[in-house]
């Protein structure tokens, strides 16, 4: 990664380490997404459920509702990366240029959630076609404002801090509380699913589900609130400055820079398969405990409700494996993981199995897309550096890449769904998540060892480049490489504690 270098001389002005994140802050960021992870689970797990089972549209429909969603997502993400990059809403502007957009965020999906998940108030009668509009008006306004908060949540990991193992660390409990946000789901919708005597969902219990949407925002609301008082948003330049007071400016590079590097694109593709794993065992988990398996309706929620106890533990190891053992064996075990749990479950459907093995592959299925996703959304994080200035730029590519994809793959998979063949989700689960599984397990492997090596190590290597600045400068003999040595001085710096940096507005 190179980054714009600037060379500046202050005398008599003292470098200083910034503090360690406090832990209020670190809670208070974990949990500033609560909101989107609680709506995001209902969106992915139930979505197809709802609009086929009791609103009764068709296979295609759902797909087609699915597919609007994630293009409005795309869309939105990468446009409210750059914006929120380089400035504040107007009428928010007192919040910060990150907050601003999470509170216009916060406040489009509380307004456009409980619509999602009702009858066409109003308009019960009209055509179908006049429904799934209504219906994705809605899904657009909802899109939007997941995209912006989860695009500056994302992007403040960057802000809060350079050093490699806090943002690793901030990564790792936003995932374990996107966990928390699932199970409190789950629970929410086995209790309420619970209460059902019948056989199968109809237009009937449509109540249900505005009970758990009820719940859901009423939690969500109040982490929202929780967050804005206990993280402080910072703007700030860092600077190295060595023992000569010469210092080193990061300055943002062009959006051109970076969409020139192919080792961006790279990491996309990763990004692109753990997500469409981890969407897509959400999304068809559900319809498969429940089509396939022909299980009772309490199950599509006490089955994602295993999965996700298991990402939970899973998530609370991932931190220390990726630092031990290095990203790409990291990553590998949880491919692994999700790419046993997608084969087996063509090759079983005993009834020792539904009744008990189901829980078991539930538990891989989790515990490999807690894995991987952590350690992915890591290398993005190191992929970024010290270029903060462009963190919700480069996460709105990749979501714009994840949300994409996913929508053509839900899309893909209910256009093609027959009507009665109760194997069909059998299949295309396994298959989906096998092959998703194996293409980001390859590439991780491809990439290079700087974003994926194990962090001891880096801390042991970490003063094995030149030791100031003008070492820099006489190493360097054109302007790129003094760039890239520059940025490889920070990288190796941001985990000592003896390392001297310097913050300005």
């Known amino acids: 990664m190179c980054m714009n270098a600037k060379m500046t001389q202050k005398e008599g002005e003292k470098a200083k380490m910034p503090p360690p994140l406090s832990r209020v802050t670190v809670i208070g960021y974990g949990m500033g997404h609560l909101l ?58 007192a919040l910060g240029k990150r907050k601003s957009w999470y509170a216009l965020g916060t406040l489009l999906v509380l307004i456009s959630m409980p619509f999602i998940y009702s009858p066409c108030i109003g308009f019960e009668n009209n055509s179908v076609y006049f429904q799934l509009l209504y219906y994705s008006f809605f899904v657009v306004i909802f899109q939007f404002g997941w995209a912006a908060v989860q695009t500056v949540h994302l992007a403040l990991v960057t802000d809060l801090t350079f050093i490699s193992s806090e943002r690793t660390n901030l990564l790792s409990l936003r995932n374990t509380f996107t966990v928390i946000s699932n199970i409190a789901v789950y629970i929410m919708a086995f209790i309420v699913l619970r209460i059902n005597s019948n056989s199968t969902l109809n237009k009937n219990d449509v109540g249900l589900f505005q009970i758990v949407v009820a719940a859901v925002l009423a939690l969500g609301g109040i982490s929202s609130f929780i967050f804005f008082f206990t993280v402080k948003e910072t703007n700030h330049e860092p600077l190295i400055e060595d023992d000569e007071r010469n210092q080193v400016a990061i300055e943002p590079q062009s959006h051109g820079y970076w969409l020139k590097k192919w080792l961006l694109y790279h990491v996309a593709a990763v990004y692109m398969g753990t997500r469409i794993y981890c969407n897509v065992i959400q999304s068809f988990v559900p319809i498969y405990l429940h089509e396939s398996l022909k299980l009772d309706p309490y199950i599509i929620a006490l089955g994602p409700l295993v999965m996700y106890i298991s990402s939970f533990v899973f998530s609370l190891m991932s931190g220390v494996m990726n630092m031990y053992l290095g990203k790409k064996i990291t990553f590998t075990v949880g491919a692994l993981l999700g790419l046993s749990a997608s084969i087996w479950i063509v090759f079983d459907s005993s009834d020792f199995f539904k009744t008990y093995l189901i829980y078991f592959i539930t538990v891989l299925l989790g515990g490999g897309s807690s894995i991987m996703l952590v350690t992915v959304l890591a290398i993005v994080s190191d992929l970024i550096g010290s270029d903060t200035g462009n963190s919700a730029f480069i996460y709105g590519l990749m979501s714009f890449v994840d949300k994409l994809s996913c929508g053509i793959v839900i899309m893909l998979i209910q256009t093609f769904a027959p009507g009665n063949n109760t194997v069909y989700y059998t299949y295309t689960l396994a298959l989906t998540c096998t092959i998703a599984c194996i293409f980001a397990g390859i590439m991780t492997w491809f990439l290079p060892s700087a974003l994926v090596k194990p962090q001891v190590f880096e801390q042991k290597t970490e003063n094995d480049g030149p030791s100031t600045t003008t070492e820099l400068q006489s190493k360097s003999s054109t302007q790129e490489e003094r760039y890239s040595a520059a940025s490889s001085y920070l990288q190796k710096k941001e985990t000592s504690l003896s390392g001297k940096y310097l913050f300005t507005s």
Do not use: E, H, K
């Not at 609103?55 to 293009?71: A, D, K, R």
């Open 36 to 93: 989107n992870d609680l709506c995001s689970a209902l969106w992915f797990t139930y979505s197809l459920i709802f609009y086929s089972l009791v609103i009764g549209f068709s296979s295609v429909f759902t797909g087609v509702i699915m597919l609007i969603g994630q293009i409005a997502d795309a869309l939105a993400t990468p446009a409210i990366g750059i914006w929120s990059d380089r400035s504040s809403l107007i009428c928010l502007s």
